[in-house]
């Protein structure tokens, strides 16, 4: 259960105050062992946050996660004990996130100092400490000079990431580590998928731009927008001409190669992003299947909005009590997994993990790997996809499957490292790709 704190009535939801309060609260859930878009969506749900308070209050709190590790080291510089509650943690950490960055948010530092003890006296389990809050940002900005340099010694200091993650990634990459952990602190492309049952890439390039929004092809059917924008604003998004998602996530379906008349299982399914996808590329019988029912739901909500129809089932794929027996030819397993590879767009991942968590997950896709293999008909395709950069849970995966069940392994990506260059045709997440074949019977 998330804590959530309404507010003093006086508070003004313009004001970077009660963004910072309302913050404060969805990094203390982060702390607190919570996924932050659920911290957010139950503070949405429980304060009446104005549509543009909502947005701040995300970009708050997104920033405060890509921070955590350096304006944690910060803290423990300023403060002589650990701050708490973690409410008040939270709001230090999310104002010492804008303080960090001379001028990346726009905001004075005075005002961010101000603001934030402001967020405190209008807080109730923090107006106690409004002189505690005025006292520690303003040291900070005193000694910043002195303090950034202290504060960047360690590992999670310079690249604000947990050490056990740091260590890791510069084990499985020696070469690429650095830029791993620098582009999952980049904020993300809003990168989308056009939907070419319904038009092309050049025409719908050629739509925004009449629109007058900015964007470039960044794969076959791939359309990245130079600023990120509320998809209610996108043209065609609520007519299903395109759908949100990354470029390389978009590789999946395609993989496949589906054919009309074929029956395919997308065996984790929601929220169906890839369901979607592959029933624009060919008319299928296609069984999407998860187990957790209010996530298939979101799954009947992208298809509605595409024009696309799949049978809906909720059901674990360690399972096979949902199957009526009949073999598919087609198999995408996008396997649960850490999401290692995509905390650019879910920065708190990184600090709500632990490090056993791989090996607990890696058990679980295998289980669902092996249950789904018999599914398959003979010349049938299994496609394991994950989002994850571990090789416990990827290549070692794959090889590991392909050994056990005789698969052939056909050509596919492989482990995609993520990038972020915003200039680069290639700006997409970090994901895996294995392709297998079953023998002929
Ligand atoms: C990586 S997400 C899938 C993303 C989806 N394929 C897409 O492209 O939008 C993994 C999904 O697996 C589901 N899942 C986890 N364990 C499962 C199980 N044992 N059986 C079926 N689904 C499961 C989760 O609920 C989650 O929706």
Known sequence: MIQISLLSPSAKADSLAYQLAYAAQAVAAVRAGHALPQALAQIFARSDAPAPARGAIQDLSYRAMRRLGLTDALLSLLANKPPQPDVLHGLLVSALALLVEDDEAGYDSFTVVNQAVEAAAISPEMSFAKGVVN??????????????????????????????????????????????????????????????????????????????????????????????TPVQQIPGFAAGLVSVQDAAAQLAAPLLDVADGMRVLDACAAPGGKTGHLLELADLDLLALDHDSRRLQRIAENLERLHLRASLVTGDARQDD?????????????????????????????????????????????????????MLRPNGKLLLVTCSLWPQESEQQAIAFAQKHNAIRLPAPGQLLPTADAEADADHDGLFYALFQKPGA
């Open 135 to 228: 006292a520690i940002l303003r040291r900070f900005l005193r000694e910043k000079a002195t303090l950034m340099p202290q504060a960047t010694k360690t590992p999670p200091g310079t690249w604000n990431y947990p050490t056990w993650w740091i260590d890791r990634l510069k084990a499985a990459y020696p070469e690429q580590w650095q830029a791993i952990l620098h582009a999952g602190n980049q904020a993300p492309p809003l990168t989308l998928r056009v939907n070419r049952r319904r038009t092309s890439v050049t025409e719908y390039l050629a739509e925004l731009q009449q629109a007058g929004i900015g964007a470039r092809q960044v794969g076959p059917y791939a359309v990245r927008l130079d600023q990120p």
């Open 322 to 374: 949902w199957w009526d027996g009949q073999p598919f030819d087609r198999i995408l397993a996008d396997v649960p997994c850490t999401a290692s590879g995509i905390v650019r767009r879910h920065p708190d991942i990184r600090w709500l993990r632990r490090k056993t968590d791989t090996a607990q997950l890696a058990t679980l896709s295998a289980q669902i790997l092996d249950k789904l293999w018999q």
